[in-house]
């Protein structure tokens, strides 16, 4: 089984970075790929950026987020990173990791970022 500790959220203001991450434990040989998702306050649950595990790494962005936000791995610590730029207060929600492993999709716990001024 896959585990998933994520960190590194927090308020900005409009403008600012944040960079969260995502550890992964437990059965990591089994992730295909990694990716960060968000929920705002009403809203479902939104794709923002998902990575391969495979294959060089495959980026993949939600339009809302090309340009300001880059996803990354560290293979070796087996750690998803969502570099965070230029936010603007659309962006304040929940963040949560998400593992696409062989035996199924795992879910981190949260990290709430707030934009504002």
């Known amino acids: 089984q896959v585990q998933l500790v994520e960190s590194g959220g927090g308020l900005s203001q409009p403008g600012g970075s944040l960079r969260l991450s995502c550890a992964a434990s437990?059965?990591?040989?089994?992730?295909?790929?990694m990716g960060w998702y968000r929920q705002a306050p009403g809203k479902q649950r939104e794709l923002v950026a998902t990575?391969?595990?495979?294959?060089?790494?495959?980026?993949n962005y939600a339009d809302s987020v090309k340009g300001r936000f880059t996803i990354s791995r560290d293979s070796i610590r087996n750690t998803a990173y969502l570099q965070m730029d230029s936010l603007k207060a659309e962006d304040t929600a929940v963040y949560y990791c998400?593992?696409?492993?062989?035996?199924?999709?795992?879910w981190g716990q949260g990290t709430r970022v707030t934009v504002s001024s």
């Open positions: 990575i391969t595990t495979k294959s060089g790494g495959v980026p």
């Open positions: 998400k593992a696409d492993s062989t035996r199924g999709d795992v």
């Open positions: 437990g059965t990591v040989f089994t992730i295909l790929a």
